[in-house]
């Protein structure tokens, strides 16, 4: 994620500071230095850097603390507000009808963030369209069609057209009965002029009320050509970062929005349709700095565990951090889990839980991919009853028994059963936080 490490190294620094009422020059140093050493290493530029860390040493030093605010509390306060304002509010997205060109160059995630976001807004109760011009990158078509169907929304996309204005125009037509309506477009691998030509078309032909342009968290410097170039040709009024979840800076994409005067609609952070997210520039911080974000939490999780509810309703959520964890809650929890995303993003939500927490535990520990929770099911078909209740009393016969009877291998049946230990012990992990915190979390989740 963006700056990843600024919320760790920022936190150790702080924790020295436990304790002091007043800070001096030393302090506010130590603390300026570690964010000059994230933004820096996570790409954002050297100005922007240098301007940003100005700002909060001025503030730490003259600003007086309010009465009764430790040191530590009042600078982590300014660093947040000053973070806040380097990355800017969030593009202004009404929920109404509205036509969203997205723009960028090939491979940004274009496509992708299409079908999420069409994702997003069905899940806001408008009814998207998402309209694929792309008729440049062969498979986009079929990416774009797969990925919608996933998404449960409209597609229009025309694999025999080699005329992507033709397509935005029959497309719009086409999907006249959806709502928001979302033109994805062809990207290059440079900024060719005939593709921003092309743009320019498509532009005056889908009449958007808004052109989102998407960058790749890794892109670097380079981002803020790209920005100016697409603000240049039709005008850019937000943008959406994707990739956050693998091991990208992001300080780029960061550095052209703030160049460019524009500001961040959307994160992306995963390959399939939910991972998604709308940008909150406050809740943003919050993660980056370790305070957790409980309100984008509560709606995950909330969604997640109505959608689990509704399918089945003898299914309580509450009772499976009580008691013993079985396979039943096993697979409920991963099907939850899939409808939320992936728990390690969901625990860095969490205050006091990201980062150390998830550490510890093996990287797979959380893969509920849906292919696994897939065949996981079909060897759960194959259980008793009991085996479901107590797992750990399937023995080395009965792993041979499941394997033989689902069809699969007894290594697929030995992974599961690892699965649900690792799962088991996380559960217990939550357990162990003390019944007063749980409470606290699952209040404040359901709020
Ligand atoms: P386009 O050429 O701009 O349309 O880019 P695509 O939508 O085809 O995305 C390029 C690649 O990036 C695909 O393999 C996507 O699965 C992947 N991708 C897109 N967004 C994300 C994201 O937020 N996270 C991750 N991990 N991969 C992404």
Not at 261 to 286: H, K, M, W, Y
Not at 364 to 378: G, L, P, S
Request: aromatic letters at 4%; charged letters at 30%.
């Amino acid at each position: 994620m963006v700056l990843d490490d600024l919320g760790s190294s920022l936190r150790g620094t702080l924790d020295d500071l436990r304790g002091k009422s007043r800070l001096d020059e030393d302090d506010v140093q130590a603390v300026v230095k570690q964010i000059q050493r994230s933004l820096l290493q996570a790409d954002v530029d050297v100005d922007l850097v240098m301007a940003l860390s100005d700002s909060i040493k001025t503030r730490a030093l003259n600003e007086e603390p309010p009465g009764g605010t430790s040191a530590r509390d009042h600078v982590l306060k300014i660093v947040y507000e000053e973070l806040v304002e380097l990355v800017g509010d969030s593009t202004e997205l009404p929920l109404e009808s509205q036509t969203i060109m997205l723009a960028g160059l090939q491979g940004s995630g274009k496509t992708t963030t299409a079908a999420k976001m069409a994702w997003w807004f069905s899940k806001k109760g408008l009814r998207p369209a998402v309209i694929q011009t792309d008729t440049f990158r062969p498979g986009a078509y079929d990416q774009a069609k797969q990925m919608c169907e996933n998404a449960e929304v409209d597609f229009y996309g025309d694999p025999d057209e080699s005329d992507p204005v033709k397509i935005a125009r029959e497309g719009m037509e086409a999907t006249s009965d959806a709502e928001v309506h979302i033109v994805d477009t062809a990207g290059r691998h440079a900024l060719e002029d005939d593709l921003i030509d092309e743009i320019e078309e498509i532009e005056s032909t889908a009449d958007p009320d808004r052109s989102l342009l998407v960058l790749d968290a890794a892109i670097g410097q380079g981002a803020k050509e790209q920005a100016q170039r697409f603000e240049e040709a039709v005008g850019v009024e937000g943008v959406v970062i994707t990739k956050l979840d693998g091991t990208a800076k992001g300080g780029g994409a960061l550095t052209a929005v703030n160049e460019t005067d524009s500001s961040i609609a959307f994160l992306g952070t995963g390959e399939t349709v939910q991972d998604i997210e709308r940008f909150e520039p406050n809740s943003f911080i919050s993660r980056l700095l370790g305070m957790g974000d409980l309100k984008q939490l509560a709606e995950r999780v909330e969604r997640a565990m109505e959608e689990t509810q509704a399918e089945d309703d003898d299914w309580d959520p509450e009772q499976m951090l009580e008691g013993e964890f079985t396979l039943n809650d096993m697979q409920k929890q991963m099907d939850a889990m899939n409808k939320m995303g992936p728990l390690d993003q969901v625990m860095d939500m969490i205050p006091g839980m990201g980062g150390g927490m998830m550490d510890q535990l093996p990287d797979d520990a959380m893969d509920v991919t849906q292919n696994r929770m897939r065949k996981f099911d079909i060897i759960m078909e194959s259980m008793t009853d009991a085996e479901l209740e107590e797992p750990r009393a399937i023995g080395a016969s009965q792993v041979e028994r499941i394997a033989r009877g689902s069809g699969t291998d007894e290594e697929s049946v030995q992974e599961l059963l690892e699965q649900h230990k690792m799962m088991r012990q996380t559960i217990q992990q939550f357990q162990g936080m003390g019944d007063g915190d749980m409470q606290r979390m699952m209040k404040k989740m359901q709020q």
